[in-house]
């Protein structure tokens, strides 16, 4: 790494370090394994553990396993590490007892859709991973808002000083019908049905009293280790960006379903111009390190692609020997690599990302800008 590199590296790692207390009293988290802070895992049987629930994920942050799908931090934990609040419980944990649900709560599960389960069902496809779809979180959600209030007022309270995080949803929605053989086309058809569940989701929120709601769009999946494994036989050169060397026609996906995302959501916006609706990009934030990943400190093109933690392979990615399931291994500097077991990323990159959205251009209206002015208006003292 040069020296230009390591300031880099430093000056945005000071930015995301500075907490912007005071903008919001809680979180509530809703989306799937890139949000998901260890619900999957504590839902499933004692006796057969997922493999995120297994090390080494979570090595570099906690030291041990969380149900984070990742070697540490998800992007919602350093949102809200930036807003001075406590890293969100997952919702599962409330079975347990015990838990701190005062700065919110996420209800994120790994595989989940936007589109309920049924809906694939019908189609032929298969979720192995969960039958939680978005509904059913919102429902959760639902459930448990009596529990997180004292009063009438008190819980209008929390909900407009709370910022929701909606999402990602989409990806488990498209790839797991891909991976079972969907066609390009009858995918492609999904996403105006996944993007108008979203929305209806954002608006059933707003019915509930949520006033700050943040809507993720789809990650640049055409860069993911288990894409490029799944298409590596049946793709050509001309499939790949010369760029990058992601899957062109995975990532026009994501585009599509984005573009169809923002335009329902400005639409929603004028209809309820007493709430803030903040779209968040996560797919230019995650390709700016695609693009130049050495200029943030990671291995170079081509080599970014592969995955951190693996079972072997191109792109380091065996369906039958996952991250955590021997024989795979890991590198021994996840902080290197941009993927950390296929369909997720590292801490590193998920950091990145937090930053091009708490301090960078990628959400709309820009984060950084609508918290100083809700700070202002609600905490003049923190100012």
């Known amino acids: 790494m040069t020296m230009e590199q390591a300031m880099h590296i430093l000056f945005i790692l000071s930015i995301l370090l500075t907490p912007a207390v005071g903008c919001y009293t809680a979180i509530f988290g809703f989306g799937d394994s890139v949000?998901?802070?260890?619900n999957h895992v504590i839902l499933s049987p004692s006796n057969d553990i997922p493999h995120m629930g297994l090390p080494p994920?979570?090595?570099?942050?906690?030291?041990?396993?969380?149900?984070r799908?990742?070697?540490g931090r998800l992007i919602i934990d350093f949102i809200a590490e930036h807003f001075g609040l406590p890293l969100l419980p997952p919702a599962g944990g409330t079975l347990l007892g015990g838990i701190n649900t005062k700065g919110g709560v996420n209800f994120a599960i790994v595989g989940a859709a936007a589109l309920d389960s049924s809906f694939y069902e019908e189609r032929g496809i298969r979720n192995i991973y969960t039958n939680v779809s978005m509904r059913v979180q919102l429902n959760w959600f639902k459930d448990m808002l009596p529990s997180l209030c004292t009063s009438r007022s008190n819980c209008g309270d929390l909900l407009e000083g709370s910022l929701f995080i909606l999402g990602p949803f989409g990806g488990n929605d498209y790839r797991h019908a891909l991976f079972q053989g969907s066609s390009k086309e009858e995918v492609w058809s999904f996403a105006p049905k996944v993007v108008n569940a979203i929305a209806s989701a954002v608006k059933e929120l707003i019915k509930v009293g949520a006033k700050t709601i943040m809507v993720p769009g789809e990650m640049p999946d055409g860069c993911l280790a288990v894409t490029l494994s799944q298409f590596l036989s049946t793709s050509s050169k001309d499939d790949y960006d010369p760029e990058t060397g992601c899957l062109i026609w995975?990532?026009?996906l994501a585009e599509f379903h984005n573009q169809l995302l923002i335009t329902q959501l400005d639409h929603i916006q004028k209809q309820h111009p007493n709430v803030l609706i903040i779209y968040a990009d996560y797919y230019n934030a995650a390709m700016t390190l695609y693009r130049s990943p050495q200029k943030h400190g990671f291995v170079g093109h081509y080599k970014c692609l592969r995955a951190c933690c693996g079972g072997g392979g191109p792109y380091n990615y065996n369906s039958s020997a996952e991250c955590g399931i021997p024989p795979?291994?890991?590198?021994s500097d996840p902080?290197?690599?941009?993927d950390w077991d296929g369909p997720h990323l590292t801490e590193a990159a998920y950091r990145l990302i937090s930053i091009g959205l708490l301090d960078g251009p990628f959400t709309s209206p820009q984060l950084r800008d609508v918290c100083r002015a809700t700070a202002t208006f609600k905490h003049p003292q923190a100012i």
């Open 35 to 38: 949000t998901d802070t260890g």
């Open 57 to 67: 994920y979570g090595e570099t942050f906690f030291g041990h396993p969380t149900g």
């Open 69 to 71: 799908c990742s070697d």
């Open 250 to 252: 995975m990532n026009k």
């Open 328 to 331: 795979s291994t890991a590198c």
């Open 335 to 338: 902080s290197t690599y941009i």
